[in-house]
Each structure stands twice: as C-alpha cells, then as structure tokens.
C-alpha cells in the first residue's frame, strides 16, 4: 500500500508552486490506489499559524486534493523527537554547537536560494572544558559520517553526497529548543508510514541525510520523487512574493480544472493545455511523462 503525504508549512498562503508538488504527490499516490496523509509543519510557532493552516485544507480541497488522514502536526509531536534526539544522543552522534551563525531557520525546510552551508565542523570535537566555558545556548549538531549516501530518485535518477564534504554535521535542534525540520520530517515520515515522498527538487539535497536518519534511527526510508520548480517565464522561480500567483487571484479568472490543466500540460502529461481535474490527472498520470528540469508557466 502507497501513502503518500502534503506537509506543507502553515507559514503562508498556498500558492502555484505548492499546488503543483501537491497535486503530483496526489496524483502519483492516487495512481496506485494508495492514501494521503496530510501533516502541517508548524515547527516553528513564531513562523506558523491555525489560520494559514485552515486556509491550505481549504485550498487543496478546492482543488479536489483530498486527503485520507490529517496526522499530528509538528507542534505537538516534541515527545517523539524528544526521544528520536536521545536515541542519536545514545550513540554519541550530538554534540552542542555554540557558533554564533544563528541556526534560525532550521524549523524550516531549506528551499532553494536559502542559506545552506557546510559546517567546518568548528564545535565538533570541543573539550568538556571548552564546552563547560561557553556562555550562549548551544544548537545541537548530527556529526555525519564522511561517506556517500544515494537515493534513487524517482523522477531525477540518482542523487548522492558525500555527508561530511556536501552536507557537514547539521542542526537537529536549535538552540531555542524548537528541533528542526531535517529531523521531525524524518521521524514524523516514519510515524506516519509514509512510503512515498512526493516534493519539490529543491528538497532533493535533504534527502541523503534523511535517509541517513531513517537508517540510524532503525527505520525504512520513503521512495523519493522530486518534482521540478516552476519558474516565471523570466526565469525566476515562483514564490509566495508572486501576488498574481496567488491562488485566491488566479481563482477569479480561472477555474480549478484550467489551473491543473496547465500545470499538467506544463509537467509533460497533457499534449494540450485543456481543463481536467485532479482525478481525472490521477487516471493517466505516469512519472515517465513528468518533466525532470524546472518548468516556466504562463497561465
Ligand atoms: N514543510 C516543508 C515545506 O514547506 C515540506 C517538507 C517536505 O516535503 O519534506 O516545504
């Protein structure tokens, strides 16, 4: 049994970009005769709210999006990555970073164009005595093996980094207290049974220390399938900044049907632009005809 999963992140409203990695992780899942489970990531309270939340439920169902389960949302999930910590604890894997590049978005996942960088491993290997002299908070780190992690990609073949070169020991948890995106994804995928990761190919570069993660913490790793970004016909990628791709706008001029169909004519699974709607995408849908590079759209 395929499920797949919507995570989207109650920090905004939904918009053409999310819609179109949704209604792909929908389709692929539906396809096979498998379920959706639907989780808010709202990690990070500053970040999050109800409302934004109650607006993307709303959102995907106008879309005819449906989900079989809604699981706990992040935000009361802390026991769970409260003991996934311990465990990697355990294994002497964490370690206490003091630098001062504030780790604030590590609630959050790294989209493309967001500061990610590989940690020179500054805290790794300070002395109890060291450590006892620091004053900040500490973040805490996963230390990463140097070895090759590869996914097989559904969509875009194989992927591999190195962990210690392309990746560096990570935060799993800030210094706030609140754990990060990199781990609750992974112990909340596991909880959840989720077997299919359907996602935009900007997360692509998450996915080997994730599936590093599923490996310590003793659990199956997801198939993966990341789906290309849609761009602006100027080539910049669309983002939340994009009013006139808000989906309440583009609601007032076109119907969902005309909206989906765009976008799978754009992904490679329509010849014509023409309406359709989600279920009907989901009867001829086929990952062989799905684009693998960024996609520009015009509506
Ligand atoms: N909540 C994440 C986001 O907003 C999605 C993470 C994922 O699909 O793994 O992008």
Redesign the pocket.
Known sequence: MTTGRF???P?GKMHLG?LFSFLMAWCSARAKGGEIVLRM?DLDPQRTSAEFAAQIRRDLLRFGLDWDREVPCQSVRTAAYDEAFARLAAMGLVYPCYCSRAEVHAA??P?LGESEYVYPGTCRNLTPAERAAKTRKPAWRLRVPAEEWTVRDGLQGDYTENLERDCGDFVIRRADGVYA?QLA?VVDDADNGVTE?V??RD?LS?APRQKYLFHLLGKPAPEYCHVPLLMAPDGRRLSKRDGDLDLDTLLQRLSPEQIIGSLAFAAGLLDRREPISARELAGIFDWNRVRKENISLTL
Do not use: F, T
Request: aromatic share 6%; net charge neutral.
């Open positions: 995570a989207p992140s920090s999310n990531e959050s996942a989209h995106y994804v990761v996602r935009g997360l998450s």
